[in-house]
């Protein structure tokens, strides 16, 4: 049973860029959340996405966007980057009815230069 | 004043040894609680969640959450090598928040044989 995937696992982008990160929900599951890490922080919630809709969202600015495909796995845009955006952003999915037990993906590393 | 305090360490501790990890937290409406491990370049693990106030045993592992002082402690007993990590506790108030994880910094734990 394949876990939370994530690709890619690393990049490197130029300030200004535009970046889309992808994530597959674990099998059975249909909500998916999206955490940014910075370096020796806990994750922080950017959103979450059930029934390809943007569900709840954390207090991040227009620049994050995602979206969420009939088959449940979701991405990440951000626009425009700032150096600050910098950081693992981690997927996690969950099933609908057990939402509390998010299962997180390794993550990808976003370095802005 | 973040809603989730942790205290970063590092702590190191002898193989074997019990190891106490704690977090406070300052939202009354939190209602959940979990502990995740993070290895180096991972992402964060379920180890255990917890609604009520009291202990909750799996196998080494103890979680105790205290909601009138607004405590949670996870313990590890024989602690071995390979629970070096970062252990996360995480909280989430439910209701319309239902799906939004709040997390501590992050405590950095090094078992040495």
């Known amino acids: 049973d394949a876990g939370v995937t994530q690709s890619p696992t690393h990049l490197i982008k130029t300030r200004g860029q535009q970046v889309t990160l992808r994530c597959s929900p674990k099998?059975?599951?249909?909500?998916v959340s999206w955490y940014q890490q910075a370096l020796g922080q806990g994750p922080q919630f950017i959103f979450q996405y059930y029934e390809e809709e943007e569900r709840q969202r954390g207090n991040f600015p227009d620049r994050f966007s995602g979206h969420q495909f009939p088959n449940y796995s979701s991405e990440l845009n951000v626009n425009a980057l700032l150096l600050g955006d910098s950081a693992l952003y981690l997927c996690?999915?969950?099933?609908?009815?057990?939402?509390?037990?998010?299962?997180f993906g390794p993550g990808t590393r976003l370095t802005v230069t | 004043q973040k809603e989730v305090e942790q205290d970063p360490g590092p702590l190191s501790v002898p193989e074997g040894a019990i190891v106490s990890l704690n977090c406070t937290y300052s939202n009354s409406a939190f209602q959940y609680f979990m502990w995740y491990r993070q290895y180096s370049r991972k992402g964060p693990e379920l180890l255990m969640y917890t609604y009520s106030s009291g202990n909750k045993e799996d196998g080494r592992f103890t979680a105790q959450v205290d909601k009138s002082s607004k405590y949670i402690s996870l313990f590890i007993r024989d602690s071995q090598p390979s629970d070096s990590a970062t252990y996360l506790c995480a909280t989430n108030a439910g209701g319309t928040s239902y799906g939004k994880l709040t997390f501590g910094q992050g405590t950095i734990l090094t078992v040495h044989p």
């Open positions: 996690a999915s969950s099933p609908e009815t057990g939402g509390l037990e998010q299962y």
């Open positions: 099998s059975g599951h249909d909500t």
